[in-house]
């Protein structure tokens, strides 16, 4: 198992150009090219809380598949994504789905319901970010933190897409919000309890509110980059 490196705090703050975060963030997002991690997922709403264990393979550039577990280790449920195509498979019912997923139901003290597209916008975002050649970026710089901005076009408009914070010590992802294209954040996701993994920067919890709706949360115990997935 790869050493992990607690995170110091106390270091001098450094200096990046817009130019050199773009080319950072690119390169911790080539580094990884699979990941296998354990987790426990958490989501929060008004209508009651569900968790339960999981463990996520990821493959890039779109292939994505999230295992979620009973307390006695037995399946609920087997999620597979590439790109577009989502099913999920139900052992206790002996049924897959595979059209008009839309949401996602959890079971704990009470029933959970998320978007499916929510789940895997955050469980992409564990793995690093992508940053669109299309995207037009913006920097901002405050006493602790880097704010980058990332636009698209549309009928010759600038739209904000994401915002991207990052700490000025090792230039870690600590928040990203996410807009719709109307310009209202619909998530946003903070990055926590990094641990240094092969040289790679990695946070061990991932948690995103909507707006209003839930509470998502990813808490890693254990998380492997590279690892041969056949």
């Known amino acids: 198992m790869a050493k992990r490196v607690p995170v110091m705090e106390t270091e001098r703050l450094g200096e990046a150009s817009l130019e050199e975060l773009v080319e950072l963030l690119g390169s911790r997002y080539r580094a990884m090219n699979t990941l296998k991690a354990l987790k426990k997922v958490e989501v929060k709403t008004s209508e009651g809380k569900g968790t339960f264990p999981g463990i996520l393979l990821f493959q890039r550039p779109d292939h994505l598949r999230l295992q979620g577990f009973d307390p006695l280790g037995r399946s609920v449920f087997d999620l ?33 319901l998320l978007k499916l597209t929510d789940l895997l916008e955050v469980l992409g ?14 920097l901002e710089k405050d006493q602790m933190f880097y704010v980058l901005y990332l636009f698209f076009v549309q009928d010759s408009r600038a739209a904000l897409l994401k915002k991207l914070w990052l700490e000025r010590v090792h230039f870690r992802l600590v928040r990203e919000e996410i807009f719709d294209p109307g310009g209202q954040r619909r998530m ?38 590279n690892p041969s997935l056949g």
């Open 80 to 112: 597979v994504a590439r790109g577009e195509e989502v099913r999920v498979y139900l052992p206790g019912e002996d049924r897959i789905l595979t059209e008009e997923i839309d949401t996602f139901p959890f079971m704990g003290d009470g029933k959970a």
């Open 125 to 138: 975002a564990s793995g690093g970010i992508y940053l669109d050649p299309t995207m037009i970026p913006a």
């Open 188 to 225: 946003t996701i903070f990055f926590d309890q990094y641990q240094k993994i092969e040289d790679q920067w990695r946070p061990f919890r991932v948690r995103a509110e909507t707006q209003g709706a839930y509470e998502l949360s990813l808490d890693y115990s254990e998380i492997k980059v």
